[in-house]
């Protein structure tokens, strides 16, 4: 790995090097519950690789497939609400399983619909396929048969790989079953490579089967792959350049080791370009869509712009762990290394430092164009003081980026998001002011930018032998009924000299 290149860039110089023409990149997930940060890894990575690529003249294809062919093996918090009317559904394919708000197709369709939303949001370039559909049209047909085929040699390489023992019973198939369903609860009793009988009667502790016993063949595609080996047939199956996957999949004994030795031993195939992903982390925990763990993107979108998303996820090395931290302090940092990010982006990149160089990339990236000039705490601050938008506007001398930003500044406010220092009223003589405030209000001079207020109140607290600090205090107290504040000079500057003189008495 270059030491001054971005993952994004050495990735893709990677299948330019080994690959051939078209090349394709490949990514899924299993759309059963709400997107959160670590969703959006699968398809912002992928596709910062495309683009790469495309930059480079080639030609490239992400696809992007949405597993909702997996059982159904427990209710999301975020569809508590239903829970009654989901629970009999347990352990059938996602697809099979109904969306309760009668918005999609099915419960699979209803949280991919979401994704499919977020996708144009980020500005992803994606071929979307659902699997179900894929096995619907007889895609694996062909790996089935040959899984069935070679059981004895699937089953040791999956047993040897991950380092557990798998059930006399074990098979490469999973039945959905023609009386209740269910994939989940059954298992194949015979075959002869092509005709397989099964029964439903497996319990996997969320639910049992219910007993049935039937026959069907793969050309009926009422099955899937078992997952170790349904991984490495779609890789065939796409043709599939390189595709990358998180540190579970890739520790010892992960989903990765079994990918390969089945791609290489028993295929007799080539193996992709892999790539590993560290975790996203939310406060230090693992994102968890079961348990409730870290903020849902759809709520993370109406605070920040997506192409803030984009930077936090895409500018960190690329097994790093992220943690996110979705305090108002964390995202206004993030929005100001952003901007920072976006000047170096019009620099020579041989004058910048490795840092500066990923920082400049990882913009390049994330976004088109800068949407906005102004800082995004100056936005807030005018707002809070006007609540005005055209009046914001002319304050920052960016009304294009007033009006990008405002949809976010105002769910802010209605969340109360805001830093403490910026949840505040202007109510001058609220707090009886001192004497030593309003000589310092009264020494302003009207026009005084947000620097030269700034120091005025340095030198006023030096030459009359005051605490810096508790001159802040004072103002603050007596232009916002408390010691605390954003910064005074920009505070003061943002009112006017003049009508903060007159508000306090002292023109």
């Not at 089953?155 to 798998?166: F, M």
């Not at 976010?408 to 030593?436: C, H, L, N, T």
Request: net charge neutral; proline share 5%; hydrophobic share 40%.
């Amino acid at each position: 790995m270059s030491e001054h290149k971005h993952w994004s860039e050495w990735l893709a110089e990677r299948v330019i090097a080994e690959k051939l023409e078209p090349y394709v990149i490949t990514s899924g997930i299993t759309t059963s519950g709400p997107a959160h940060l670590g969703t959006l890894c699968e398809f912002l990575f992928p596709d910062s690789i495309r683009r790469q690529l495309e930059k480079s003249g080639k030609k490239v294809t992400f696809y992007f497939l949405a597993d909702i062919l997996d059982a159904f093996d427990s209710v999301p918090l975020a569809m508590e609400s239903f829970r009654e009317t989901l629970a009999p559904h347990l352990g059938k394919p996602l697809c099979d399983v109904p969306d309760p708000t009668g918005k999609a197709g099915s419960f699979g369709d209803h949280f991919l619909d979401e994704v499919k939303l977020l996708m144009i949001g980020f500005g992803v370039k994606a071929t979307i396929m659902r699997m179900n559909d894929l096995y619907s049209e007889g895609k694996f047909d062909e790996w089935a048969r040959f899984y069935l085929k070679n059981e004895p040699e699937a089953k040791r390489i999956v047993e040897e790989t991950s380092g557990k023992q798998e059930k006399k019973d074990w098979s490469p198939i999973m039945p959905i079953c023609a009386s209740c369903g269910r994939i989940a609860t059954t298992r194949v009793i015979s075959h002869d490579g092509e005709n397989y009988e099964y029964a439903c009667d497996k319990d996997v502790k969320y639910v049992k089967g219910c007993g049935f016993q039937g026959k069907a063949k793969i050309a009926d595609h009422r099955y899937k792959i078992t997952w170790r080996l349904h991984w490495p047939a779609w890789k065939q199956i796409f043709k599939t350049s390189i595709e990358g996957a998180g540190m579970d999949h890739h520790t010892k004994g992960g989903s990765e080791d079994t990918c390969k030795e089945v791609t290489l031993s028993l295929m007799k195939a080539d193996y992709h370009i892999p790539f590993k992903y560290g975790f996203i982390l939310f406060q230090g925990k693992k994102y968890s869509k079961s348990k409730g763990i870290g903020m849902g993107v759809s709520d993370l979108v109406r605070l920040v712009p997506p192409e803030i998303i984009k930077y936090i996820l895409i500018k960190p090395d690329l097994e790093e762990n992220v943690d996110i931290n979705p305090t108002a302090e964390s995202m206004l940092k993030t929005m100001d290394d952003f901007q920072k990010a976006a000047e170096l982006s019009g620099k020579d990149r041989e004058a910048l430092n490795r840092h500066e160089r990923k920082m400049a990339i990882a913009y390049e990236l994330s976004a088109e164009k800068l949407n906005w000039h102004a800082q995004f705490l100056d936005v807030l601050l005018y707002y809070q003081i006007y609540h005005d938008w055209e009046e914001v506007a002319k304050m920052t001398g960016d009304g294009e980026g007033v009006t990008y930003l405002r949809p976010y500044i105002e769910e802010w406010i209605a969340r109360d998001f805001m830093p403490d220092d910026y949840r505040f009223k202007y109510q001058p003589g609220v707090v009886k002011p001192s004497e030593a405030a309003k000589k310092l209000i009264a020494s302003l001079n009207p026009g005084m930018d947000a620097l030269a207020v700034h120091n005025a109140i340095f030198e006023f607290a030096k030459a009359n032998g005051i605490e810096p600090k508790a001159l802040f205090a004072d103002l603050y107290q007596t232009l916002l009924g408390k010691e605390r504040g954003p910064r005074l000079g920009k505070l003061i500057a943002a009112l006017g000299v003049t009508r903060v003189k007159k508000d306090m008495g002292v023109a």
